[in-house]
Nanobody
């Protein structure tokens, strides 16, 4: 059974930095596609960043220039470093594993087949 466990969340002041980690089960193939998502209270879950086994990554506009997604495939940990945090970054952060083909849905978001349980990130003003 595939498992994804987020860690590293917490409370940080606006303007600060935070790294969240996702420890996941070993990939079953050399191809993978992973993503970070977040959900603020009362809002839908939204994609934050995606990384794949080709070394490609993508970021949503609201974190471009402020976030770095990375993957350590040896340790089976994916990271999201976020800098210059804003109160708008508040929410539950989830990691998700997509299909190895990085299939996206009709909205262009990664089609996730496995989710972590999520971790809270709180940015105080």
């Amino acid at each position: 059974q595939v498992q994804l466990v987020e860690s590293g969340g917490g409370t940080v002041q606006a303007g600060g930095s935070l790294v969240v980690s996702c420890t996941h089960s070993p990939y079953t193939s050399s191809n993978y596609c992973m993503g970070w998502f977040r959900q603020a209270p009362g809002k839908e879950r939204e994609e934050v960043a995606v990384i794949d086994s080709d070394g490609s990554w993508s970021y949503e506009d609201f974190v471009k220039g402020r976030a770095i997604i990375s993957e350590d495939a040896v340790k089976n940990i994916m990271y999201l470093q976020m800098n210059s945090l804003k109160t708008e970054d508040n929410g539950m952060y989830y990691c998700g594993e997509g299909l190895a083909t990085c299939l996206v849905d009709e909205d262009g978001r990664l089609n996730v087949r496995y989710w972590g349980q999520g971790i809270q990130v709180t940015v105080s003003s």
